[in-house]
Structures are given as structure tokens and as C-alpha cells.
């Protein structure tokens, strides 16, 4: 008869309560979990529900504080570090960029009075050299021998061009110290210099002999500094010559101007006139000749301008105009003679 009994007949007959219980306990367990296993919606609510993440233990401290930094170490180490690059950078820039090189362009800046393809004219004899080979003092002499450039500086760019960076010269005056002789123009500072004298412009005429070196002195500048503010005396420049004095023993030995009178080539205007120990000025060729002397320059000037601006008939009559006495102008008429 024991086949015929189910296996929970079996446990039950014969156990006490507390068993009966605990055995009811399991199978309900093991229902509960059979259950969860056969449910469609497990993973969905497995999904949904949040994971918590453990808390991340801390970092274990060292025993000791760490010490900061002086506070002139990163300061240094970064001019260090930048010194390193420029000193490094030229010997890189010479060696491997500069011969990979060839000059194939030539760039001219600061031109004014100069055009730019006659100074790159110079410079593309040597087109197709690299770079390494064209150095500073020799594109220096080559752009220096054009008289109206004062200074030249160069720079090597690793595309082929040559970049050149010039000042020109400034032109104040013509100088000319004999009729027969060169043109030679007059920067600011009164130094000459042989160029294009076309190139200047308008430009007043100084006349007389000046020393090979010596400069043009700072009151003929000032004359002419001068004459270039007054609107009158500044129209037209060109028609202006302004003489230099005459020392008076020149003049007592004969001068180069007496002795091409002596001997009948003389030409307008070589004459010595009265008041050549002074400066002397020509109002165009066949304008009056105003006796300056050598004192109250600027004032005279301003008295000069203030008369052509008067536009007298008396004035436009007048051969010599002489400004050497104190506020008034003596005009004369009647040429005037050694």
C-alpha cells in the first residue's frame, strides 16, 4: 500500500507540527522562486530597478605633505625654455630652411621717391641661389649704391623672397658751387649727395664753393628752411638761388667770379654784388636780388614776404632789395656792379 501514497502523505504521517510547518515554509520557497523564473516581466523589472554602486573607497593620503615650489622656478624655467628656442632657432633657420631655398622674388618697401623695380633690378642677378648664400652686407652695398637710399635692411623669408626694407634720402636743396660744375642735392641734415637730381622735385638753388667734406651750415638751413613756409617765396622753389657769403678776403684777392669777368665769359648773375659778405638771394632770373646779410635771418625773410605780397609797383621795379637795415627795406632801381 506504501506505492499507492504521495510523498507528502509520506512526510505528514507520523511528524510533529514544527515539521509539518517548516516543510510548508520550503515548498512555498520553492514555489515562490519557480514562479520568478517563469515570469515574462523578470527582466523588465530587472531593467528598471537601479543597481547601487558601491562607494568609491578614498585614495590613501601620504604620510607627508607635499612641499610647493619655490616660487621663481616656473619663471625661470620658462625664460630658460625661451632662450633654448632663440638661440636654437637661427642655427635651424640658417642650416636647413634658408639653402632649401631659392630666391625667386624680390620685395622692396619705403619707397617714395625711388620705383621699386630699380632697386629689385639690382638684386635678381642673383635669382635661382639660395637663400643661404645672399647675405645682408652684400644686399646692403647693392641697394646702397643708389644714391638717394640712405639705409637698407634686409630679411630672408623661406617661400624664396627677399624682403628689403629701405629709408630713402630727403632733398631740401640743390647745391652747385660753380656754374660749370655738378648738381649736387642737400638732405636735412646739409650733407650732399650726388643723385637723379630730377628725382628731388622743386627745389631752391644754393650757390657757392663749399669744402669736399663739410656740410652745408646750419644758417644756409635755416634760410631755407625758412623761405619753404612763406607762400610767396615758397610757389615757385626752383626759381630760387640762394648765394652764400663771400669772405672778404676773397673778395679783396679776386675771386673765381672776378677772374670769369676779367675774361669776358662772364654770365648773369657771376658778378660779385654789394653785400657778398652776407647771404644773398636771387627772386628768379629776372627777379630782384635781396641782400639778406648775415643777422635777424628769419625776420628778414618774414619782411620780404610781407612785401611781395604788397604787389607794388615800386617793388616790381626794383633790382635790389636790401633788407640789412633795421624795419624798412631799401629798393633799388639801377643795376648794381662790383
Not at 2 to 15: A, I, Q, T, Y
Not at 144 to 169: H, K, M, N, Q, Y
Amino acid at each position: 500500500m506504501r506505492l499507492f501514497r504521495s510523498r507528502r502523505s509520506v512526510e505528514r504521517s507520523g511528524k510533529s507540527p514544527a515539521v509539518e510547518a517548516a516543510l510548508r515554509e520550503k515548498r512555498a520557497r520553492e514555489h515562490l522562486a519557480r514562479k520568478r523564473r517563469h515570469d515574462p516581466r523578470r527582466d523588465e523589472v530587472l531593467k528598471a530597478s537601479p543597481v547601487p554602486i558601491p562607494p568609491r573607497a578614498p585614495a590613501p593620503r601620504s604620510a607627508l605633505p607635499a612641499r610647493p615650489l619655490p616660487r621663481l622656478v616656473v619663471p625661470a624655467c620658462s625664460l630658460l625654455s625661451l632662450g633654448i628656442g632663440f638661440v636654437a632657432a637661427v642655427p635651424l633657420f640658417e642650416g636647413f630652411w634658408l639653402p632649401r631655398a631659392p630666391l625667386a622674388r624680390v620685395s622692396i618697401l619705403g619707397t617714395e621717391i625711388r620705383k621699386p623695380e630699380s632697386i629689385a633690378r639690382r638684386l635678381l642677378g642673383s635669382a635661382g641661389a639660395p637663400l643661404s648664400a645672399i647675405h645682408r652686407d652684400t644686399v646692403e652695398a647693392l641697394v646702397l649704391a643708389d644714391p638717394w637710399i640712405e639705409s637698407a635692411d634686409s630679411f630672408r623669408i623661406p617661400d624664396g623672397t627677399l624682403l628689403v626694407r629701405v629709408v630713402e634720402r630727403r632733398a631740401v636743396a640743390r647745391h652747385q658751387a660753380l656754374p660749370d660744375e655738378a648738381v649736387a642735392l642737400v638732405d636735412p641734415s646739409g650733407r650732399r649727395f650726388m643723385g637723379a637730381v630730377e628725382a628731388g622735385g622743386a627745389l631752391p638753388l644754393v650757390s657757392g664753393p663749399i669744402d669736399v667734406d663739410a656740410s652745408l651750415s646750419a644758417t644756409a638751413l635755416e634760410i631755407l628752411a625758412e623761405l619753404s613756409r612763406h607762400r610767396g617765396l615758397a610757389q615757385d622753389p626752383s626759381a630760387l638761388t640762394l648765394h652764400l657769403p663771400i669772405a672778404s678776403g676773397t673778395i679783396a684777392s679776386g675771386t673765381t667770379a672776378s677772374r670769369t669777368i676779367a675774361s669776358g665769359t662772364a654770365k648773369a648773375g657771376d658778378e660779385p654784388v654789394e653785400g657778398g659778405s652776407g647771404f644773398v638771394l636771387d627772386l628768379g632770373p629776372d627777379g630782384p636780388r635781396v641782400l639778406l646779410g648775415q643777422s635777424f635771418l628769419k625776420r628778414r625773410i618774414a619782411r620780404l614776404a610781407s612785401l611781395l605780397d604788397q604787389r607794388d609797383d615800386l617793388l616790381a621795379g626794383a633790382s635790389v632789395i636790401d633788407l640789412r637795415y633795421a624795419d624798412r627795406a631799401v629798393l633799388r632801381t639801377e643795376p648794381t656792379s662790383g
